[in-house]
């Protein structure tokens, strides 16, 4: 354990040292720009299912318990508070053997284990007890990283009139990026939120978030989240 934190402390210092050089070319050249709050936000939890929040799955994630979940557990609040959208992203497969040439899975087989999240077996892929939805909460099932990619979420959240979304989950190197990127383009304010993303690979989280505050979107703290969720 001594280690483990030794090492990862010296990728947060050799990080932060990159940070500072990169702030600099950055702001040079023009990025780093805001983005802002928008009128009317939605909260989008990205993954945070059994599969992921809970240990013992190749997906488990880092900083769960002690920080992802309490930090959504307070902007889920917020927003029911005042009837803000909400919407639970989770993944699953219907056909999980590889070598089916009709799997929903895609190519994406030859790169991660997803067949480890068969849909038969909903308690993996079942939104944490701890932050479970409410009545009139999406639950929206996605079939690759980004929670827009092939799935009805741009359309739900036009309807609704949404022009900000607050971004949560895991992983920071994958979905909750991708959710990201993809939000930005389909027209949305781009939020995501510090504490509550999560990645399983030190320094992971810190390099992405940099990157994604530069180019697509604002990272934002918890605290500024839920004063702004309760101010609109």
């Known amino acids: 354990m001594a280690e483990q934190e030794f090492n990862e402390n010296q990728i947060n210092e050799m ?3 990159a940070f500072e050089e990169a702030t600099k070319l950055y702001k040079k050249r023009g990025f780093q720009r805001r983005v802002g709050f928008g009128k009317k936000p939605a909260l989008i939890n990205v993954d945070l299912a059994n599969a992921w929040t809970r240990p013992g799955n ?13 930090g959504v557990q307070r902007l889920l609040e917020a927003c029911r508070k005042k009837n803000h959208v909400v919407v639970h992203v989770t993944t699953c497969y219907q056909v999980t ?13 030859c790169k991660i284990p997803i067949e480890v999240v068969d849909q038969k077996k909903k308690e993996l892929w079942a939104i944490d007890s701890r932050i479970a939805p409410v009545d009139g909460e999406q639950v929206l099932i996605k079939k690759r990283a980004s929670g827009f990619h ?19 989950g895991v992983t920071a190197t ?6 990201i990127c993809d939000g930005i383009a389909e027209g949305f304010r781009t939020i995501a939120v510090k504490e509550c993303i999560g990645d399983r690979i030190p320094g992971a989280v810190a390099w992405n978030l940099f990157d ?6 604002d990272v934002e703290t918890v605290d500024t989240c839920v004063k702004y969720l309760k101010s609109v």
């Open 150 to 168: 092939g799935t009805y979420l741009a359309g739900f959240l036009r309807a609704a009139g949404v022009d900000t979304i607050l971004v949560t």
């Open 58 to 70: 190749p997906f488990s994630c880092e900083n769960i318990d002690d920080q992802i979940i309490p």
């Open 174 to 179: 994958a979905c909750v990026r991708e959710t």
């Open 97 to 109: 053997d590889r070598e089916n040439p009709h799997t929903d899975m895609g190519l994406w087989h």
């Open 15 to 17: 990080l932060e040292r």
């Open 212 to 217: 994604i505050d530069a180019k697509f979107g």
